[in-house]
Nanobody, 116 residues
Framework: QVQLVESGGGLVQPGGSLRLSCAVS????????MAWYRQAPGKERDFVAS???????NYADSVKGRFTISRDTAQEKLYLQMNSLKPEDTAVYYC??????????WGQGTLVTVSS
């Protein structure tokens, strides 16, 4: 059974940085995409960034130029480097993997709070 575990969330001041990690446990093949989503209090879950099988990336307009998604294929980890954080970035951040063997799998989320 494939599981995703996010880490790296916490409290940070506006303008600060955080690096989120998502570790994949279990065997997974034919990964089509890996992505980050976030859900702010009282709002729907929104797309943040994705990285596809051959490395192409895509970002929500609200995070372009501030966030960077990357992956370590050997260690089966996904990262999200978040710079110049704003209060509106406060949310629970989730990673998602879509693969041919496990389908769509979500992590449990990690809370990011941007506040002074």
């Amino acid at each position: 059974q494939v599981q995703l575990v996010e880490s790296g969330g916490g409290l940070v001041q506006p303008g600060g940085s955080l690096r989120l990690s998502c570790a994949v446990s279990g065997t997974i093949f034919n990964v089509y995409s890996m992505a980050w989503y976030r859900q702010a209090p009282g709002k729907e879950r929104d797309f943040v960034a994705s990285i596809l099988r051959f490395g192409s990336t895509n970002y929500a307009d609200s995070v372009k130029g501030r966030f960077t998604i990357s992956r370590d294929t050997a260690q089966e980890k996904l990262y999200l480097q978040m710079n110049s954080l704003k209060p509106e970035d406060t949310a629970v951040y989730y990673c998602k993997v879509v693969s041919g063997t496990a389908g769509e799998v979500w992590g449990q989320g990690t809370l990011v709070t941007v506040s002074s």
